[in-house]
């Protein structure tokens, strides 16, 4: 029984890497990447564009129960904020020179 309730915990931890973290730091990662690039803030306005365009998609779908479009958006908004976030810092760190 001590196994099943580990196992259990061990998907809940899953669950919110993948969902919540992941896009976080991958957000991050992308904006780390192309920080020395020209256009680096279209990546972040995409995203963005992206995540307001599924969660205008959540709130006008007919089925009530399916997910799928709700953490698409969730992990857009993630990384979308991971990579505001980091433009930002880079911004702030190139003022202060």
């Not at 690039?37 to 990546?43: D, I, M, Q, S």
């Not at 399916?66 to 990384?79: K, M």
Request: with cysteine; glycine share 10%; aromatic share 14%.
């Amino acid at each position: 029984m001590d196994m099943v309730l580990f196992l259990g915990k061990l998907q809940s931890w899953f669950n919110i890497f993948y969902i919540f973290i992941l896009p976080f730091l991958g957000g991050i990662q992308l904006r780390l990447l192309l920080r020395r690039r020209k256009y680096a803030w279209v990546l972040t306005a995409v995203f963005g564009i992206l995540a307001v365009s599924l969660l205008w998609w959540v709130k006008t779908t007919p089925q009530r129960g399916y997910e799928g479009p709700g953490l698409f958006s969730l992990q857009l908004l993630l990384i979308t904020l991971g990579s505001l976030l980091t433009g930002l810092a880079c911004r702030l760190k190139l003022n202060k020179k």
